[in-house]
């Protein structure tokens, strides 16, 4: 039995706090899905080579009293990034917390404004550890 990966969905509070945060990361919008009867946006977001991987962010317009505050029970999303320590400089630059920095040249963890952990992982080689990275506290919980 063949299977095909699709998307992740995510819920989000606040449409346009979450692609903000997903432009950060570098995705880019890939089709939008309004739904006057149900009320509800669907936004897929991905990476601009990578079209088939996308996160489906998911906006109910009347509010989402029923998302959870720590949305820990979903786990999270990983990406391959470049340069981890460029990235997580570029994300703090704008604002963006460090959860878990990358002490070891190879892994942080971010949070989207739902309080989804983003998993950001070092391609290929593991980078030198690096200050001030190395010395860098976890912040709150990824």
């Known amino acids: 039995m063949p299977l095909t990966y699709l998307h992740t969905m995510v819920r989000v509070k606040d449409l346009d706090a979450s692609v903000a945060f997903y432009k950060l990361l570098g995705m880019e919008e890939t089709r939008r899905y309004d739904s006057e009867k149900g009320r509800f946006t669907l936004l897929f977001m991905a990476p601009p080579d990578q079209k088939e991987c996308p996160v489906e962010l998911t906006y109910n317009w009347d509010g989402d009293d029923d998302l959870p505050s720590d949305s820990r029970h979903f786990g999270h999303l990983a990406y391959s ?15 963006i917390t460090i959860n878990r920095p990358p002490r070891d040249g190879h892994m942080a963890f971010v949070r989207s404004p739902d309080n989804i952990s983003i998993e950001l992982l070092q391609a290929g080689q593991d980078l030198p550890p690096a200050e001030p990275w190395s010395s860098m506290e976890n912040t709150g919980s990824w």
Request: charged share 20%; hydrophobic share 25%; net charge negative.
């Open 81 to 95: 990034v470049d340069n981890i320590y460029k990235t997580c400089q570029y994300l703090m630059e704008h604002g």
